[in-house]
């Protein structure tokens, strides 16, 4: 299955509605779309205070992931990217 670098704004928001979010979030993957997963996320203040994500999922498709965060709500996309690979500094030979 695909895995998906998804860059969120939701803009203006305290620390409690961006937990309710999450967790409303977690459940509509559980509740409408089980073929989604969401490994984790990346949660950065951008230069006005707003509140940024980059959440990566793994789904079958990119539809999936819009069909989910249209579903969420209270949020904008500005970015999504399929994830080619993955590297840490224990993959690299010295």
Request: proline content about 3%; glycine content about 6%; charged content about 30%.
């Amino acid at each position: 299955m695909a895995r998906f670098l998804v860059e969120r704004d939701f803009g203006q928001i305290s620390d409690q509605e961006m937990e309710a979010l999450a967790l409303r979030s977690d459940d509509l993957i559980a509740e409408r779309f089980p073929e989604i997963v969401w490994e984790h996320s990346h949660v950065c203040g951008g230069d006005d205070g707003s509140i940024l994500t980059y959440c990566v999922y793994e789904a079958p498709d990119i539809k999936a992931v819009h069909e989910h965060a249209e579903a969420l709500g209270d949020h904008q996309i500005t970015k999504v990217y399929e994830i080619a690979g993955d590297i840490t500094p224990n993959d690299l030979v010295h």
